[in-house]
């Protein structure tokens, strides 16, 4: 057995956090047969090879792009549309899309609840889950009235919706608060982000870096998903706020989907590692190319789980 698939195989495990019983689905093989692979007792074929590779660079992330997949991924990610309005006037929809949405976003920072931990905690708000901090609840309750805020906010002002400094105080208001003392506010002191080398904003440049990012949020752009990526890297670069920046970020690419008539992206869990390595690429580089290729697979991804 070639130690470079089983490398592969077990750094996958690691990164998702899939069991080998959910690696071993999404491989579209026997619990068995995966389990022969990791203990070197067999050897997979060609094509159970490139499902390993393909799903080693879908885990863990890309060193380089491929323009014809960027080509063919954008092309196919901008046909997949829905409208705020089918979204706020169907419940069973909003519920599905707030539930998936609030669930990964959080899990990437570090909540510990489950997807039916979350499903209780919206579906019922004086419900309170003994195995689960106070603090992981009222992430998801608050990660669900920040979506709500946005969603009304677009579909009061339709074509006439522009992006606004208090927007985005706004939504940060509502998804930090009782969580820190400065929801709502721009952070006045430095900060950095655990294991990164990008250098973030300085605190006293914050308004103005965020003025300009809402010129972008609001021109028209002929290439939405390369613009979804840009402004995504660079309101991670400002880190405006002293936490909460991903959760609202992504909340922001979000609406700006919306706003376009697309699917919104869904950046799942398990992709984590592939997300933060492109958002890296994006900030040291200033090549967007990858975290775009991305934004349209969480676009995909996003239309499979609603369609």
Do not use: C
Request: net charge neutral; glycine share 4%.
């Amino acid at each position: 057995m070639d130690n470079e698939i089983v490398a592969k195989l077990r750094e996958v495990l690691a990164d998702s956090q899939w069991t080998q019983e959910q690696l071993a689905y999404n491989l579209k093989v026997s619990f068995s047969t995966l389990n022969a692979w990791l203990n070197s007792k067999s050897t997979p074929r060609t094509g159970a090879v490139k499902a390993i590779d393909d799903m080693y660079l879908t885990i863990v992330g890309r060193t380089e792009i491929d323009p014809i997949l960027l080509a063919d991924t954008k092309k196919r990610a901008l046909s997949k549309h829905i409208t705020v309005r089918e979204i706020v006037t169907n419940e069973e929809l909003l519920d599905k899309v707030t539930l998936y949405l609030t669930y990964h976003t959080n899990t990437i920072e570090g909540s510990t609840m489950t997807l039916s931990d979350v499903k209780e905690v919206l579906d019922d708000d004086n419900k309170v889950l003994a195995n689960k901090t106070a603090k992981e609840q009222t992430e998801a309750r608050n990660h669900r009235t920040a979506l709500y805020y946005l969603l009304d906010e677009l579909n009061a002002q339709g074509k006439d919706f522009k992006w606004t400094k208090d927007l985005i105080l706004n939504t940060h208001l509502r998804m930090m608060n009782t969580l820190i003392s400065n929801a709502g506010m721009f952070r006045n002191h430095g900060v950095r982000i655990v294991g990164s080398a990008v250098p973030l904003a300085n605190y006293a440049r914050i308004p103005d870096y965020i003025d300009e990012l809402i010129i972008d949020l609001n021109a028209k752009e002929n290439d939405i998903i390369e613009n979804m990526a840009k402004v995504h890297s660079r309101f991670e670069g400002i880190h405006p706020f002293s936490d909460g920046n991903g959760r609202t970020g992504r909340l922001i690419m979000f609406l700006q989907a919306l706003q376009s008539g697309l699917v919104p992206p869904l950046i799942i869990k398990e992709r984590k590692r592939a997300y933060y390595r492109y958002l890296e690429t994006a900030h040291m580089d200033g090549n967007y190319s990858l975290l775009a290729l991305f934004v349209a697979e969480s676009i995909l991804s996003a239309d499979k789980l609603i369609k």
